[in-house]
């Protein structure tokens, strides 16, 4: 068994949902285990951890401080409910097997190489995702994120108190941040581009280009309660034919726009079957290539007025990096340069890069396409050529003219 499919093998059965997938939410007791686990793989090859201030994991080869910034991987280990196992685990694993290859090929860095576990990155216990990535920048405010609530009403504060993280010191960590000098962060593909590429194009892994910019809207559609036995058709002022337009129209838009648009959340008032809604609330997920794209589908939704929510520009991964990067990797049929491509998903990486980090993203080609359920999948011999890259990658940064 291969390095990586032997450690994805050790937490396989940590944080296992009833209903299928995993349920790995941020400082729960299968995300405390996967904790342990991680402290225990850095342990077991001299790394040193260091917990930042963000409650995020570092596992250090050589000294950051000392002789530092030093080449980070990494990625994360928490899942969305009904999560797959390669989802973030992946890229935490392939860090640990990099090191591992670059040390059987007797590679002496010239810097220091870390690994990094971030916390949260789903944001399915707390609704943020990102979390800890976005805390250790700074770009969401300490006492924001310590406000926060899950569905069981426990604040991130007291969450965090329970596992013993000082509140006090919670936030933007500089000293953690300068430690970074460039982050590679290898990912499972969420969708099929490298599946469907065949022949001499043939690649198991990808470079990342960019980020589609991204956000969600609320729509706020009213109507007036009645009895459903008792309401004739034509007096009804029923905003459920109104959502069943958006959603249409939301579809048709996209469809014209070359954009991805999903109306998936919807909250009905009052939420009875025989009784026509007053209200009803739906939320829109759109992104696209171009910010353009994205708007446009929320131009034209039948005369209501979409509320922003939230809007998270593209990241544009380091262009010169991205193509360095691809050449390292290459593609095992042609040799010509991996495959650079977007992708519609957020990562911890793009919260970095927006912060000004030089960062970079691989993935791994996944057979079906599937994400964020048990269906997603990576062949061992694709997260084995994960490895190999990644290992060439790290090597090329950490003796090569790095950022
Ligand atoms: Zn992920």
Redesign the pocket.
């Known amino acids: 068994m291969s390095c990586v499919t032997g450690l994805l093998k050790d937490v396989a059965d940590v944080g296992r949902a009833t209903a299928g997938g995993y349920a790995r939410f941020a400082w729960t007791t299968p995300d405390l285990e996967l904790r342990e686990w991680f402290a225990a793989e850095a342990a077991a090859r001299g790394l040193d951890v260091v917990v930042d201030r963000a409650g995020n994991q570092w596992a250090w080869w050589g000294d950051p401080d000392a002789d530092g910034p030093g080449v980070v991987t990494g990625?994360?280990l928490d899942s969305v409910p009904g999560g797959g196992a390669f989802?973030?685990p992946l890229?935490v694993a392939s860090a640990f097997c990099a090191i591992d290859a670059l040390r059987a090929h007797g590679v002496q860095p010239s810097r220091p190489l870390g690994i990094v576990s971030f916390s949260d990155?789903?944001g399915a216990r707390f609704g943020l995702a990102c979390l800890g990535s976005r805390a250790v920048t700074g770009t969401v405010a300490a006492g924001r994120l310590l406000g926060l609530r899950d569905d069981d009403g426990e604040t991130f504060g007291d969450v965090l108190a329970g596992a013993g993280v000082d509140l006090a010191r919670y936030g933007r960590d500089d000293e953690a941040l300068a430690r970074i000098g460039v982050f590679v962060e290898l990912?499972v593909e969420q969708g099929r581009y490298l599946a469907d590429l065949t022949g001499t194009d043939e690649a198991p892994v990808a470079v990342a280009s960019t980020i589609w910019p991204h956000g969600r809207w609320r729509v706020d559609l009213h109507g007036e309660a009645n009895h459903a036995g008792t309401t004739p058709l034509a007096h009804r002022h029923d905003p459920m034919l109104d959502l069943a337009g958006v959603v249409q129209d939301v579809r048709a838009a996209a469809t014209s726009a070359g954009a991805l648009a999903t109306v998936a959340k919807v909250a009905v008032e009052p939420n009875g079957v025989n009784a026509i809604p007053s209200r009803v609330r739906a939320w829109i997920d759109a992104r696209a290539p171009q910010e353009g794209a994205v708007r446009a589908v929320l131009a034209d939704l039948a005369g209501h007025t979409p509320v922003e929510e939230s809007w998270t520009p593209a990241t544009v991964f380091d262009p010169e990096l991205a193509a360095r990067l691809a050449a390292v990797v290459g593609r095992p049929r042609s040799g010509d340069p991996a495959p650079v491509v977007g992708t519609g998903?957020g990562?911890d990486a793009g919260i970095l890069a927006a912060a000004g980090v030089p960062t970079a993203m691989l993935f791994v080609r996944n057979p079906t396409g599937a994400s964020h359920t048990p269906a997603e999948h990576a062949e061992d011999a694709d997260c084995e050529a994960g490895v190999v890259a990644l290992t060439r990658v790290l090597a090329d940064l950490l003796l090569g003219e790095a950022p």
């Open positions: 990625s994360h989802d973030g890229g990155e789903e990912h998903a990562h």
